[in-house]
């Protein structure tokens, strides 16, 4: 059984950092195609990033585009969000998943997904 695990979230200050792992366990990380989501209190989960299998192409939201890195270590089975920047509107629950879909940027095209860690950025 495939199992993913977030961790790294936290309290961060506008305009600062925030770096997010995702273990993958159960299958090796390379199999599948992985992606960050965040979903706000009374919002819908919505994408952020995607890396493709071998981590050579990757895709982002608007939103986060220019400040955001999702990069992989396939060997160590672990996905990374890197966020620059941060604003307050990036407080929410960031969820990693893993699919086999390429460029997939709706949640029901992955099949696994991690419990979340929450980001709570403060002005």
């Known amino acids: 059984q495939v199992q993913l695990v977030e961790s790294g979230g936290g309290l961060v200050q506008t305009g600062g950092s925030l770096r997010l792992s995702c273990v993958v366990s159960g299958r090796s990380s390379s199999d599948y195609a992985m992606g960050w989501f965040r979903q706000a209190p009374g919002k819908e989960r919505e994408f952020v990033a995607a890396s493709k299998w071998s981590g050579d192409s990757t895709d982002y939201a608007d939103s986060v585009q220019g400040r955001t890195t999702i990069s992989r270590d396939n060997a160590k089975n672990t996905v990374f969000l890197q966020m620059n920047s941060v604003k307050t509107e990036d407080t929410a629950v960031y969820y990693c998943?893993?699919?086999?879909?390429?460029?997939?940027?709706?949640?029901?095209?992955?099949?696994?997904w991690g419990q979340g860690t929450q980001v709570t950025v403060s002005s």
């Open positions: 998943a893993a699919g086999v879909q390429w460029r997939a940027s709706r949640p029901d095209h992955y099949t696994y």
